[in-house]
């Protein structure tokens, strides 16, 4: 076999292994939206789901940059919870979330929920410009109680390329997804309705009143 050849052979086989990798993540998304029950994040490994429970339920692994260019990972939150929030800033829905996540940071941030919002494919200007004036899906600033603009004390991390939000099937957003402290998935869903029933979940789990 000439060497061209063997070069397009091997590139066809890559290619159809990252095809069938998609497809089983596709087609674990779809089953959770048939049935109505949380989806879950199955890794693959040579084109073949990983069937151990606490490896299939296993957060997908991430650093990315704050929009003071430090680098954030999950590895940093590991024995605590975290409640991770996909974001942009043209959702009207994630928008409207705004505002009970900062006020959810503030109520259980001492109490050991980590909340890590997470822009998805947006540039770093944008997302420096929406966090330091927080606007609703109307386009008017948010206050907070004293009238003053609302501050987003969360890490506010930026995924230009969009790559760890689709590892974590966040294609409808808001997306939120509750990681314990062992680093595995304990749920997900999306809406502001799935953050309120996550944060319930995490309460229950962590004993908080």
């Known amino acids: 076999m000439k060497p061209i050849l063997i070069i397009t052979f091997l590139l ?47 957060a997908p692994a991430f650093k990315l940059k704050g929009l003071d260019g430090k680098t954030i990972s999950l590895s940093d939150y590991r024995g605590k ?7 942009t800033t043209w959702c009207k829905y994630c928008k409207k979330a705004i505002p009970g996540v900062v006020e959810a940071q503030a109520k259980y941030g001492k109490k050991g929920l980590n909340i890590i919002i997470i822009n998805k494919g947006e540039s770093a200007a944008t997302i420096k410009k929406y ?15 004293k009238g003053l603009p609302l501050q987003i004390k969360s890490p506010f991390l930026a995924d230009p390329g969009s790559r760890i939000s689709n590892q974590y099937l966040a294609f409808s957003i808001p997306t939120f997804v509750l990681i314990g402290p062992n680093g ?23 004993g908080i009143k």
Do not use: H
């Open 184 to 206: 595995s998935i304990i749920d997900r869903g999306t809406g502001a309705p799935a953050k309120d029933r996550l944060i319930k979940k995490w309460k229950q789990l962590a």
């Open 131 to 145: 966090a330091a004036n927080p606007w609703d899906e109307y386009n008017r600033p948010f206050k907070d109680a």
């Open 81 to 87: 919870y975290v409640l991770l929030d996909f974001f």
């Open 12 to 58: 066809s086989v890559s290619v159809n292994v990252q095809a069938a990798d998609s497809l089983i993540q596709a087609q674990t998304a779809l089953r959770s939206i048939i049935s109505g029950k949380s989806a879950t994040i199955v890794p693959v490994v040579d084109g073949a789901p990983v069937e151990d429970g606490a490896a299939r339920n296993q």
